[in-house]
């Protein structure tokens, strides 16, 4: 199984990025797809899945997933220094616990490279 996340950069405050990250080697529709990020010196946190998003970045970031390109993808906008950090997408099996724990980066079984994301102000 591979996950290879791409689409990270340096960008200005206001400004808008899409991450994609391309998975292989698993049956797609049978994983859901997050993306998590971590700051220099902070603990990983939760991002996004499905209809989810972490209170800092909702109103401003878009998870979607073409099933048919085993992508899946994280568009952000209004970007903030904040933001800055590497960002990671992650598979889980569709269990259960994924609905109520969904945030717990323990659950998931793969991790792609991460991509840098650098916001300026």
């Known amino acids: 199984v591979q996950l290879q996340a791409s689409g990270g950069g340096l960008v200005q405050t206001g400004d808008s990025l899409r991450l994609s990250c391309l998975a292989s080697?698993?049956?797609?529709?049978?994983?859901?797809m997050a993306w998590f990020r971590q700051a220099p010196g902070k603990e990983r946190e939760f991002v996004a899945i499905?209809?989810r998003y972490a209170a800092s970045v909702k109103g401003r970031f878009t998870i979607s997933r073409d099933s048919v390109k085993n992508t899946v993808y994280l568009q952000m906008n209004s970007l903030k220094p904040e933001d800055t950090a590497v960002y990671y997408c992650?598979?889980?099996?569709?269990?259960?616990?994924?609905?109520?724990?969904?945030?717990?980066?323990?659950?998931?079984?793969?991790w792609g490279q991460g991509t840098l994301v650098t916001v300026s102000s």
């Open positions: 992650a598979a889980a099996p569709r269990t259960s616990d994924m609905f109520s724990y969904y945030y717990n980066a323990e659950l998931y079984d793969y």
């Open positions: 499905s209809t």
């Open positions: 080697g698993l049956t797609f529709n049978k994983y859901l």
